[in-house]
């Protein structure tokens, strides 16, 4: 009887411990980036050995990976598809984290055979203005031609969340 009395005294405990788990686990997941209005332009190496602008004079998609980043690899491929499918209207961007070396993000590349621009933030001077408090990976930002944020993701994003995202602005 003892036991029975201390289980139902703990057990909705219990419950609501989860429940308030499992409610901030899926806001966490799903919350959108408190935010810069605009970022100030940058220019980043890329793999290349080129130079890319950011914002540049068009629709511009920037996803910030890393090579340690499971989701970030399953994301690649169709980032990569929709950068061919964009082109012209619109500016698929990756860009790494800057702990990853150059040499393994250009592996991946390889083994991926993406053919997406791939920057590299060696500094973290993007990463620093679009996720000030902190950055979760994979993440995602959409900005316009003239650096203004028009929408953010924490964590993996699907193909059709993008298309849409874009679709919508162009």
Same mark, same amino acid.
């Given at each position: 009887?003892?036991?029975?009395?201390?289980?139902?005294?703990?057990?909705?405990?219990?419950?609501? $411990?989860?429940?308030?788990?499992?409610?901030?686990?899926?806001?966490?997941?799903?919350?959108?980036? @408190? /935010?810069?209005?605009?970022?100030?332009?940058?220019?980043?190496?890329?793999? $290349?050995?080129?130079?890319? /602008?950011?914002?540049?004079?068009?629709?511009?998609?920037?996803?910030?990976?890393?090579? @340690?980043?499971?989701?970030?690899?399953?994301?690649?491929?169709?980032?990569?598809?929709?950068?061919?499918?964009?082109?012209?209207?619109?500016?698929?961007? $990756?860009? @790494?984290?800057?702990?990853?070396?150059?040499?393994?993000?250009?592996?991946?590349?390889?083994?991926?055979?993406?053919?997406?621009?791939?920057?590299?933030?060696?500094?973290?001077?993007?990463?620093?203005?679009?996720?000030?408090?902190?950055?979760?990976?994979?993440?995602?930002?959409?900005?316009?031609?003239?650096?203004?944020?028009?929408?953010?993701?924490k964590g993996p994003v699907s193909e059709e969340t993008i298309r849409h995202?874009?679709?919508?602005?162009?």
């Amino acid at each position: 009887m003892k036991g029975e009395e201390k289980q139902r005294r703990w057990l909705p405990r219990l419950i609501q $411990g989860l429940v308030l788990l499992l409610v901030f686990g899926l806001g966490l997941g799903y919350s959108v980036y @408190s /935010r810069p209005e605009t970022i100030q332009a940058v220019e980043l190496p890329t793999l $290349g050995g080129d130079r890319v /602008r950011v914002p540049d004079e068009r629709l511009t998609w920037v996803n910030i990976w890393s090579v @340690s980043c499971p989701p970030c690899m399953e994301e690649m491929p169709y980032l990569d598809r929709l950068s061919g499918e964009y082109a012209g209207r619109a500016r698929i961007l $990756g860009v @790494s984290v800057n702990y990853d070396p150059p040499n393994v993000v250009d592996d991946i590349r390889e083994h991926l055979k993406l053919s997406l621009p791939l920057a590299l933030d060696l500094d973290g001077q993007l990463i620093a203005q679009l996720a000030p408090k902190g950055l979760v990976v994979p993440s995602h930002f959409l900005l316009d031609a003239k650096g203004e944020v028009l929408a953010s993701w924490k964590g993996p994003v699907s193909e059709e969340t993008i298309r849409h995202a874009l679709d919508q602005h162009l």
